[in-house]
């Protein structure tokens, strides 16, 4: 479906388009019932590929011996001039197309790097706080692959987790990237448990369990601002939610910490009231609407001026 929906997008626009998030993922993106439309609180993510410009970085690769940016520093890449450190430009809902955001991505050489690791596909809009001469770099396209193989269970707890973290007090300190981040942790962690520990009945343990691990990663970092490593690129962190846009953080984690562990004590307080948010399918056909989630316009283009790739 997310394949079907981007080639409209880039049919429509007239530009490289790819949805992304919870819509190319599979989970969350109407939570109450697959027959429905996008849910209020949700939104519909995409990347508009710049192509024609692919990016060349340090140790990365050789292409002809020039590299056009530096070596990543924490999962980003230092420019020499300011882009900005929130990553979407957003438009609104309207009607019944649901809210959308909108996010240039440069793609990257990586035909240096070795296949057994995560390989960053493309740089995006996106400082570090209190920066703005940064790109991040973006593993979206192996975050979706992932998320579709889930097991059941492991389907369910990202939407547990979502749920917490947009409908109880965390929502003030974690944003559904981080949800989706903890549960890649938490699958590393058990990556040499077998099949045995995603079984139904360990939902509730691995609800716990992953609670845990985000109070772990808390308390790990002395930063007022890092909630917890980056799940793909360990040398870089994952920021509590609005940091660095001029808000005050020295009590956040605090706080956040407080509301884990309260979560921790009532997991019915969870469970039960998203039992009651849940919904049948109104009938057996699944309906599916496209152009409720597609941009109908061309999307402004990136001003970002690089050097093109030059074969080897």
């Known amino acids: 479906m997310a394949s079907f929906v981007s080639e409209l997008a880039s049919a429509i626009t007239g530009e490289d388009m790819e949805i992304a998030g919870s819509t190319a993922e599979g989970y969350g993106m109407i939570p109450p019932c697959l027959d429905r439309m996008v849910s209020p609180d949700s939104d519909i993510d995409w990347l508009q590929i710049i192509n024609g410009c692919v990016l060349l970085l340090e140790d990365f690769c050789s292409c002809l011996g020039q590299q056009n940016l530096g070596s990543p520093i924490e999962g980003h890449v230092p420019l020499s001039a300011p882009v900005g450190c929130q990553p979407a430009q957003t438009s609104p809902a309207k009607g019944v197309l649901p809210r959308m955001d909108f996010c240039c991505a440069f793609p990257v050489c990586t035909r240096d790097l070795s296949l057994l690791h995560p390989q960053p596909e493309n740089l995006v809009r996106a400082s570090r706080p209190g920066r703005t001469c940064e790109l991040r770099i973006?593993?979206?396209?192996?975050?979706?692959?992932?998320v579709r193989g889930f097991y059941e269970v492991q389907g369910h707890l990202l939407m547990i987790i979502k749920h917490c973290f947009k409908n109880t007090p965390l929502k003030d300190y974690y944003k559904s990237y981080h949800a989706k981040s903890l549960l890649f942790h938490l699958i590393a962690r058990h990556a040499e448990s077998g099949e045995s520990v995603w079984k139904p009945t360990n939902l509730a343990r691995l609800f716990h369990e992953a609670l845990g691990m985000a109070i772990e990663f808390l308390s790990a970092s002395i930063s007022k601002d890092v909630v917890m490593p980056?799940?793909?690129?360990?040398?870089?962190?994952?920021?509590?939610?609005?940091a660095g846009l001029g808000y005050g953080f020295e009590d956040s984690k605090k706080e956040a910490e407080i509301s884990l562990k309260d979560l921790q004590k009532r997991t019915w307080a969870v469970f039960d009231p998203m039992l009651e948010f849940l919904r049948p399918l109104s009938s057996q056909e699944f309906r599916f609407h496209p152009f409720t989630l597609l941009p109908l316009q061309r999307v402004r283009q990136g001003a970002l001026k690089t050097k093109r790739h030059q074969d080897s």
């Open 138 to 146: 973006s593993f979206n396209s192996q975050e979706n692959r992932l």
């Open 230 to 242: 980056h799940s793909m690129c360990p040398s870089a962190q994952l920021y509590i939610k609005n």
